[in-house]
């Protein structure tokens, strides 16, 4: 399954804080979750990461891991042509 989290820092960032969170998606990696990208962003997010994950639970245990360092929003993204297919 694929999933989009957005992010807001509690705090600015350090180097030590994005080293944590480098060491973090290696880890969670074990579990299954992949992210297939990772931006920086300006608005109202800071942050959005798309990753692959075997199922919801998974997901969710790996995003409540950055609880310390982000406040995160995740969304279940479905394939266009999955989608599309719901229509018919």
């Known amino acids: ?3 989009v989290v957005l992010g807001k820092f ?5 180097k030590e804080s994005v080293n944590a969170v ?3 998606v290696g880890e969670i990696a074990k579990e299954g979750v992949k992210f297939k990208a990772m931006y920086w962003l ?4 800071d942050t959005i990461g798309i990753f692959e ?3 919801e639970k998974t997901a969710m245990k790996a995003m409540l891991g950055l609880g310390d360092i982000a ?6 993204a479905v394939p266009r ?5 719901l229509l018919e």
């Open 81 to 85: 042509e999955e989608a599309a297919k």
């Open 71 to 76: 406040k995160t929003e995740t969304l279940v």
């Open 1 to 3: 399954m694929m999933f």
């Open 10 to 14: 509690h705090k600015r960032l350090t």
């Open 22 to 24: 480098n060491k973090y």
């Open 42 to 45: 300006l608005g109202r997010y």
């Open 53 to 55: 994950a075997p199922d």
